[in-house]
């Protein structure tokens, strides 16, 4: 199984990117995938997921309202539109995959599969 995360860069505060993460290896559907970043010295955190079966998103409270989480069932890939990006977005942002559950998670140790950081700079 493998999740190749993409779509990160530099932009100024006020500005959008959008994530991608293409996964492969197996069928997702009845997985939840999530985002997560870190930042320098900080723990990692929960951004946001979606269950691959229906859509239904959760999101971080830092997040909503700025950032959504999408799928693609064609492609098996997860997107992050972020919109809005402050400075305190900066961060390396990770994709994960879990299985399924009844309940939403914002703990890593939850998910199994990972893919590699990709880097988000948000500049004042």
């Known amino acids: 199984v493998q999740l190749q995360p993409s779509g990160g860069g530099l932009v100024q505060a006020g500005g959008s990117l959008r994530l991608s993460c293409a996964a492969s290896g197996r069928t997702f559907a009845s997985y939840r995938m999530g985002w997560f970043r870190q930042a320098p010295g900080k723990e990692r955190e929960f951004v946001a997921a979606i269950k691959y079966s229906d859509g239904s998103t959760y999101y971080a409270d830092s997040v909503k309202g700025r950032f959504t989480i999408s799928r693609d069932n064609a492609k098996n890939t997860v997107y992050l539109q972020m919109n809005s990006l402050k400075p305190e977005d900066t961060a390396v942002y990770y994709c994960?995959?879990?299985?399924?559950?009844?309940?939403?998670?914002?703990?890593?140790?939850?998910?199994?599969?990972w893919g590699k950081g990709t880097q988000v700079t948000v500049s004042s």
């Open positions: 994960a995959a879990m299985r399924g559950g009844s309940s939403w998670s914002t703990d890593g140790m939850d998910y199994y599969y």
